[in-house]
């Protein structure tokens, strides 16, 4: 997929290990490192904003597209896309980019991979940030709990089966994915420019599998969201009310699970770093370490 002259940063091909990520680099090399990670069905360019105003902020900013997705390596089996081989995926990137430790933020899917690394990894996070998506603790007493967010979950069945939801998802120039972004955001949150470049990166080969395969093997592995692992490195938790799949006290259960927590709402969808970007960089800068002088976005 070609980038445009106005994408923030420059492209760069990693070995992470276990696998070779596509990640748009920004900022001064030796600033402050902050790691981006997007969710579903994103890519890195759902972090434009923030990438931008954050590298001229001063960070060493790493926006990846995630295993599966866009232009990184997809690899075969559900297998492989269990939360701590997307875990060691960041930490692969960070050997790689010279980084013993980093600043994680995430959101939806990268913000659960920032959870399993401020718990199974806290000695290569900095601070952690997450926006709209829940502690994997959290998450799993809610589905075992709450039957409304289990109705609220219920897509998440839909992706299970092999090759079905790939061909659902595909039809219609992938006509159901731009209506996950488009029907679960305020209107004009998701401009038509915007929309044409996600559907180039689903039309990759292999990355509907790949994307899909983040919640088959979430299925498939569920005790991992029993796991209620204290996260002691500190924590920013955004969260836009408005969720139409993840239900306001999520935020506040996953807060919960954390010794040095903030917790910041936002009147916002599930979207809340497209929908409110310059209030997400400003808490993001207020926030993470080494921050330069307070500026205005």
Known sequence: MSHTDSDPGESAFVDAGAVTLHVRRAGPPDGPPVVLLHGFPEFWFGWRRQLRALAEAGYRV????????????????VAAYGLDSLARDVTGLLDSEGHERAAIVGHDWGAVVGWWLGMAYPGRVERLAVANGPHPGAMGDALLGSWRQRLRSVYTLAAQPPWLPEAALRARN?????????????????????????????GRPGALTGMLNWYRAAGRGFGTYRRHDRVTVPTLV????????????LADDSAALCDDVRLRRFDATHWVHHERPDAVTEALVGFLPGAPPSKSF
């Open 62 to 77: 790493l926006a990846p597209d995630q295993r599966g997705y866009n232009r990184s390596g997809k690899p075969r089996g």
């Open 174 to 202: 992938y006509a159901l994915l731009t209506r996950v972004l488009t029907d679960t955001s305020r209107p004009g949150t998701f401009e038509e420019s915007a929309l044409e470049r996600y559907r180039r990166a689903w």
């Open 238 to 249: 955004l969260w836009g009310s408005d969720d139409s799949a993840l239900g306001p006290g």
